[in-house]
């Protein structure tokens, strides 16, 4: 394999998800895709003259091409071998075009036996010696196949409708189709032990990836109906009212009269919420009162709900999350509120987050608390956005709605005492060989874990047998079938299988978020430098210079940064007066 040197400045380390691929083929570009870099353009999208060389940059490639020089991005072109003339003049082009920070990396793939390791080792400038240890594993697609019907066909329709990854629609399904069954139903693994279908699914992609609209229109039934039941809702909080009223009069006449008869205080009405989207407990826990078989946390965004656990304290919500997670009481003690009390709390969790915010989000404590460790994963390469025409029929979308609706049918057992109690599922014979042999297997893998691995490898148990639950379910539910019967072969071994993607997975994106981690200084020092050369000579306070970050930086972060950059002589500060008040600006030093 042969490359040139790179041709980038020194200083500042470079992350991966900076990069930007010029790739001359279809194939190279695909592989740098597989790599875990955005293979966003390719050299067919540059205006060729008539050697097929590129003559100019159009305008649409050239704004998304500003937009990422501003964001601090990085550019690689990527060629197959190194007599392609071309790849030259693009190199001139680029620099023309005010986009110096750039390399050029050639590679003959022909006798590659790991393209996606060589593409990605040559970009990052990995030696040969420590490949072994940054290789990423390869993407490999979820297994929509193995998804129950009503839930595969959305998933196969939608996915082409919206260009997006299916597992942006299958992981929310899945998570909702468990919270729906809810504290109704459970499997029995042994006398002891049981499991609800109860799921924490993040999907972890940059903006733009489409995560929001297939993360929407898996919502779209649920948002229906509870718009319903909230029209339903203001009707009978309304008579509640005039209840509570003429009950408050009729106490007063008693007082007066001992004759009047006064009867039992009217009863509040409470509405049971599928979803929720408030992350604090003391809003959570009347609302779990309201709601027996639970609910889910849906937001298009979990920023707000793993962010709110980085300073984890004896007063923090973790603890009363983690327990959410496996169907257990819930006291909260408030001011206020006073003392409240669910019996069988459970919360579902779906949603989407940026790499680098989950990154963050999962501090040590947290990790070690054991909130990594529930956390499902997946973080899907881009897909190419192209215009199509494929929509997801009616009649598919009429299938998901349906089934959120059959769903929330599903009642509990009375006990002999009239109390609701979950049905208990036990498995089939073959059911259970598939279960005793992955639990076997799955144990060895623990053995060799330590840490963080250990921790999630021992929640993967319980995982292959919510997943299976929920399968069971909803394949039966959706045939109209008797949905107390023991859990089948076909539906625990498409739960192992989703599982074992899952951990698959979970090693990938351990992998690649680990890759930036020792740079992220590096790179963060790289945009406050472009984000001053940019200012020219009138400079930019320090505000500014958070604020091009959305203020997600804190204080010490930055000031480390500046100071690095100073004291290498990159940049120089001075002081204005503004208003009475001080103010820090920042500029590039005066060329000599």
């Given amino acids: 394999m042969e490359r040139h040197a790179r041709q980038w400045p020194e200083g500042g380390a470079l992350v991966h998800d900076q990069i930007i691929i010029f790739a001359a083929s279809a194939p190279l570009r695909q592989t740098a895709t597989d790599a875990g870099f955005f293979a966003g353009i390719d050299l067919e999208s540059l205006a060729m003259d008539g050697r097929g060389d590129p003559s100019g940059i159009p305008g649409e490639v050239r704004t998304r091409l500003e937009a990422a020089r501003r964001a601090g991005k990085k550019f690689t072109v990527l060629a197959g071998h190194a007599n392609d003339p071309s790849v030259m003049r693009l190199a001139e082009l680029l620099k023309s075009n005010g986009l110096p920070d750039f390399q050029i990396v050639l590679l003959d793939l022909s006798r590659a036996t790991d393209p996606v390791t060589e593409v990605r080792c040559a970009i990052l400038g990995i030696k040969p010696e420590e490949r072994e240890e940054c290789a990423i594993p390869p993407w490999r697609p979820f297994p929509v196949a193995v998804l129950p019907n009503p839930m595969r066909r959305f998933v196969e329709e939608a996915s082409l409708a919206l260009r997006c990854d299916p597992v942006f629609l299958a992981f929310p399904m899945i998570t909702i ?11 029995r693994l042994k006398r002891t032990w049981c499991e609800y279908p109860i799921l924490w699914t993040v999907v972890i992609a940059d903006s733009g990836s489409k995560k929001s609209p297939a993360f929407l229109l898996v919502k779209k039934p649920l948002e229906d109906i509870h718009k319903e039941r909230c029209q339903e809702f203001e009707a009978i909080r309304a008579e509640y009212e005039r209840a509570k009223e003429l009950y408050e009069k009729a106490k007063k006449r008693a007082i007066k009269d001992p004759t009047c008869l006064v009867g039992d205080p009217p009863k509040e009405p409470g509405l049971e919420r599928l979803f929720v989207q408030d992350v604090t407990i003391e809003a959570l826990t009347p609302i779990l009162q309201k709601s027996p078989r639970g609910t889910i946390l849906l937001r298009d965004e979990l920023d707000g709900w793993l962010s709110g656990f980085q300073r984890y304290s004896a007063s923090s919500d973790l603890p009363h999350w983690l327990s959410l ?4 009481s819930l006291t909260v003690d408030r001011k206020g509120t006073g003392h409240q009390y669910v019996a069988k709390a459970v919360v579902a969790v779906n ?28 973080m899907p390469p881009r897909v ?22 059959d769903l929330l049918e599903l009642d509990y057992k009375k006990n002999p005492d009239g109390i609701p109690e979950p049905q208990t599922l036990a498995m089939s014979p073959e059911a259970k060989g598939v279960w005793v042999d992955f639990y076997n297997r799955h144990g060895k893998r623990q053995n060799g874990a330590f840490g963080s691995r250990a921790a999630i490898l021992a929640k993967l148990e319980a995982v292959v047998a919510r997943v299976a639950l929920t399968f069971a379910i909803v394949e039966r539910v959706a045939s109209r079938m008797d949905d107390l019967a023991p859990v089948d072969q076909i539906s625990m071994e498409a739960a192992v299988e989703v599982v074992e993607w899952c ?29 001053i050369t940019r200012a020219g000579a009138e400079g930019v306070s320090r505000t500014a210079i958070n604020n091009s970050f959305g203020r997600h930086k804190e204080a010490k972060e930055l000031g480390e940064a500046l100071g690095n950059l100073a004291a290498r002589g990159l940049i120089v500060r001075r002081t204005e007066q503004t208003q009475g008040r001080s103010k820090e600006v920042w500029t590039r030093p005066p060329a000599k």
């Fill in 177 to 187: 189709c468990g919270s729906l069954i809810g504290t109704t139903r459970r499997i």
């Fill in 325 to 328: 997670y496996n169907a257990q």
């Fill in 351 to 378: 949603g989407c987050i940026q790499p680098g915010v989950f990154k963050r989000a999962l501090t040590a404590d947290a990790t070690e608390a054991g909130l990594a460790a529930r956390l499902i994963c997946a």
């Fill in 503 to 531: 951990l698959a997975e979970r090693d990938r994106i351990e992998t690649l978020l680990a890759d930036t981690t020792e740079s992220d200084k590096g790179s963060f020092a790289n945009k406050i430098l472009d984000v």
């Fill in 384 to 405: 190419e956005i192209t215009w199509t025409e494929d929509e997801v029929a009616l009649e598919v979308e009429a299938i998901w709605g349906r089934l959120v609706q």
